[in-house]
């Protein structure tokens, strides 16, 4: 139904920036709260951000709150994340997530998001 790709990984060095993309398609996605986790090896897949379908609400880890910013533009069926000060311990495979209700009680649980992109890796050197 919903197909989502994520875009924008990439080696960068702690401090750089970097801005993820994701590509919603396929469903009704525009009314969809979407999320940002990732997945370090050997790890679970832990919550990044999360913002509903008008941008105008958002939730982020306690890790990464006041470096990075998830947003999304509605038209365009993109949510973006923008990743600043980053440090090595943000390496991990990052992935895009659908949640097709409009209110959730546990916005930072995987299970709440029924579609997932590929994932897109991105890697911190020191």
């Known amino acids: 139904q919903v197909q989502l790709v994520e875009s924008g990984g990439g080696l960068v060095q702690a401090g750089d920036s970097l801005r993820l993309s994701c590509a919603a398609s396929g469903g009704t996605f525009r009314r969809y709260a979407m999320g940002w986790f990732r997945q370090a090896p050997g790890k679970e897949r832990d919550f990044v951000a999360r913002i509903n379908w008008s941008g105008g609400q958002t939730y982020y880890a306690d890790s990464v709150r006041g470096r990075f910013t998830i947003s999304r533009d509605v038209v365009k069926n993109m949510v973006y994340l923008q990743m600043n000060s980053l440090k090595p311990e943000d390496t991990a495979v990052y992935y895009c997530?659908?949640?097709?209700?409009?209110?959730?009680?546990?916005?930072?649980?995987?299970?709440?998001?029924?579609?997932w992109g590929q994932g897109t890796q991105v890697t911190v050197s020191s």
């Open positions: 997530a659908a949640d097709p209700s409009a209110y959730s009680s546990t916005p930072r649980a995987s299970s709440s998001y029924d579609y």
